[in-house]
Nanobody, 133 residues
């Protein structure tokens, strides 16, 4: 079973940058797809990025494409979300989530629904990101 812990949140001015990390324990991240989600006050949690555990392919929603970069370091059991050009509307609690790509002898690709919460089995507790001047 995978335990996830996010870190790196904080207060940043508009236009600034932050790097979030998602550290896994209890299992390696090999072959594990990792998604980043966020939940702003009064809004539903939304998926914003995902990285494949098989080939490292990255996926983004339009609202963060070109500003956020997801990456992984399996040796450190860590996935990162580099956030640049931050906007006030990026203010939210950010969560990482995991799903094992292995099904029997096979490895499945990232789901076309990677941005949906029910595609993931394990969740971190979240880290707050506040973008404000």
């Amino acid at each position: 079973q995978v335990q996830l812990k996010e870190a790196g949140g904080g207060l940043v001015q508009p236009g600034g940058s932050l790097r979030l990390s998602c550290v896994a324990s209890g299992s390696t991240l090999d072959y594990v797809h990792i998604g980043w989600f966020r939940q702003a006050p009064g809004k539903e949690r939304e998926g914003i990025s995902c990285i494949s555990g098989n080939d490292g392919t990255a996926y983004y929603v339009d609202s963060v494409k070109g500003r956020f970069t997801i990456s992984r370091d399996n040796a450190k059991n860590t996935v990162y979300l580099q956030m640049t050009s931050l906007k006030p509307e990026d203010t939210a609690v950010y969560y990482c989530a995991a799903v094992d790509s292995r099904v029997g002898r096979y490895q499945v690709r990232v789901s076309p629904r990677w941005y949906e919460e029910d595609e993931y089995d394990y969740w971190g507790q979240g880290t707050q990101v506040t973008v404000s001047s």
